[in-house]
């Protein structure tokens, strides 16, 4: 009986171990290096381009629990320019395929700096898990070229890791208003939307304070959708392109009624798709293309 | 699609500090959630518009009006471009802030910096404005009170 309890419990073990570990594209890896590293740039320019002000309001500064435990030192304007320089450098030299394990880790931890002094004055945004996430495990991974077929478990890894931050992020959010209201009904049953509409709507959906019985189901679906995000993770071809379009929609569908965008997550869903079948997409599309045949 | 030419597996020791990280990652990721707490980011609570709002409670929307050099009274954008800080940085400092409105000087020398050519500000006052809700509905206009004040040094 016990030896086949441990039995069980390794197939177990190994089920789980595999599935944080498969062999996956490496092509897909010079991918997401891509586009996640320009999107830091994007980040630390547009989106969380606070650090420098910050910095001169440097009594309201009080670090989370990552800024008190690494001796990050405190922001000033130089500091917050040197963050500037390394990042946007290093992320054009990894997104050259120079040094993307080295480079990327300087990156990741500036990254996390810069972070950790944006988010140290009060106010947490929370769409930037995946994407702290994608700048500490794409460093894991060795050099990788666009065309390259092998596969990889540390790519798989890195992967898998980058898909897990993305769907914590619904999952753990419905999570978070089920612990902070008791009960997950009392958020959908409650005014969250028109409370977010009458802070900051737009010209596309005010209106829809005149109806908040409708802001109520959606409250709804969104909590229904957060609690099965998870199962996003298992899915394939059809079902999961489906799944991506749904997640893509609600964050176009909040960015037009609140102007919330989330893209910092947004960007972290290409690590659901098969991007190292670009070269070959491309080369279909080029065949396709008429030949004009002189006489 | 076809088959892999080579498969470069990880070593043993490379998967268990994987799975470890994996481990204390998520670990940190459920006590964040469960306790709500944002200081444990990146992997606090994800608890953006977690908090349930009553269809007959109120909204409450923190802003800044300045009294200028000149005696006029301004409303001033609390935006990091402006004064350093964002509504949601004041508004979650806000304690602090009541308790020890000499912190609102922060603003002003962010503003100074900031906006070098700007009129200047001589006092900073924080002000929220409460709205009444029924059934979702706003009921009429909002309740204004000050609470904090700092004349700047």
Redesign the interface.
């Known amino acids: 009986m016990g030896s086949a309890v441990a039995a069980a419990a390794a197939k177990a073990g190994g089920a789980v ?1 595999g599935w ?2 498969p ?1 996956m ?2 092509a897909r890896i010079a991918y997401l290096r891509a586009a996640i590293y320009a999107f830091l740039i994007i980040d630390i320019l547009t989106i969380r ?2 650090v420098v ?2 910095a ?5 500064y ?1 670090p ?3 800024g008190r435990l690494i001796p990050f030192p405190t922001p000033t304007v130089e500091m917050a320019r040197v963050l500037q320089v390394v990042i946007i450098v290093g992320a054009l030299v990894v997104i050259a395929g120079i040094l993307p394990r080295l480079v990327g880790w300087i990156v990741g931890l500036a990254y ?1 700096q810069w ?2 002094y944006s ?1 140290g ?9 995946a994407l ?2 994608a700048a500490l495990v794409l460093p ?1 991974v ?1 050099a990788a070229t666009y065309t390259s ?6 790519a798989g ?1 890195a992967i898998r ?1 980058m898909q ?1 931050g993305v769907i ?2 619904y999952f ?2 419905a ?3 089920w ?3 008791g009960s997950p009904l ?2 959908a ?4 939307f ?3 509409l ?2 900051r709507s737009t010209d596309l959906s005010r209106w829809l ?2 109806f ?2 409708l ?2 189901v959606a409250q709804w679906g969104l909590l229904i959708i957060e609690f099965l995000s998870p199962v996003v993770l298992f899915l394939k071809r059809r079902a999961l392109a489906l799944a991506i379009c749904g997640f893509l929609l609600f964050h176009l569908v909040t960015y037009l009624a609140l102007g919330i965008h989330f893209l910092p997550t947004v960007v972290c869903w290409l690590a659901f798709m098969p991007l190292e ?1 670009i070269p070959a997409w491309l080369q279909r599309h080029r065949c396709r293309s008429p030949v004009i045949v002189e006489r | 699609m076809s088959s892999p030419s080579r498969i470069r597996p990880l070593s043993r020791a490379g998967v268990i500090t994987r799975l470890a990280a994996v481990v204390a990652a998520l670990s940190v990721l459920a006590v964040g959630q469960l306790t709500v707490s944002n200081d444990l980011f990146p992997f606090g609570a994800l608890s953006q518009y977690s908090t349930a709002r009553d269809l007959d409670g109120t909204v409450k929307s923190t802003f800044l009006e300045v009294e200028m050099v000149n005696g006029e009274r301004r409303h001033v954008p609390l935006n990091p471009s402006y004064v350093g800080v964002s509504r949601a940085e004041v508004e979650w400092q806000l304690g602090r802030i009541r308790s020890d409105p000499s912190l609102l000087q922060a603003l002003d020398n962010a503003h100074k910096e900031l906006r070098p050519d700007a009129d200047r500000f001589a006092v900073l006052h924080v002000m929220r404005n409460t709205y009444q809700l029924v059934d979702g509905v706003r009921q009429g206009d909002p309740e204004t009170e000050e609470l904090a004040t700092w004349a700047v040094q």
């Open positions: 171990v944080w570990t062999a594209p490496l381009n606070d002000a910050h001169y309001a440097s009594e309201l009080r989370k629990l990552i996390l972070l950790t988010m004055y009060g106010y947490v945004a929370h769409d930037h898990m702290v996430v894991t060795a077929a092998e596969h990889s478990q540390a890894w890791s897990v914590a992020t753990g959010s999570i978070a208003k612990a902070r209201n009392a958020w049953n409650g005014a969250v028109v409370w977010a009458m802070r304070l005149d908040p019985w802001l109520v079948r």
